[in-house]
């Protein structure tokens, strides 16, 4: 099933925490196989909709996520890296949280 962003949170600019909580909302009752997210449309992609979004999705389906599959604009690879780094961190979890907390102690 493919699941447009765009059809979901009415916008070109997936940038908010609200939207990014409507998008988990509808992705989280599917298992990664099942669906494709697609970005196309979207303008602008922030790394908080991601982590209310694709990360939370992430952590809840921890050991099947790599089988989730997404859809870019085209000429726009920075949401691929974008999405790949909130999955990423989101399975590091805790480690995560503390690589954070060490970076701001050392500033």
Known sequence: MKI?????????????????????EVIKSYKPSEITISFAGIRRIS???????IGQ???????????LKFEY??????????????VENAL???????LVDNALLSM
């Open 4 to 24: 447009n962003v765009l059809d979901i949170i009415k916008s070109e600019l997936a940038t908010n925490l609200t939207d990014g909580s409507v998008l988990f």
């Open 47 to 53: 790394t908080l909709f991601l982590n209310e979004s």
């Open 57 to 67: 999705y992430a952590m809840s389906n921890a050991s099947n996520i790599q089988e």
């Open 73 to 86: 604009p085209v000429g726009n690879e920075m949401f691929s890296h974008k999405v790949e780094d909130v």
């Open 92 to 98: 590091m979890g805790d480690e995560y949280d503390t």
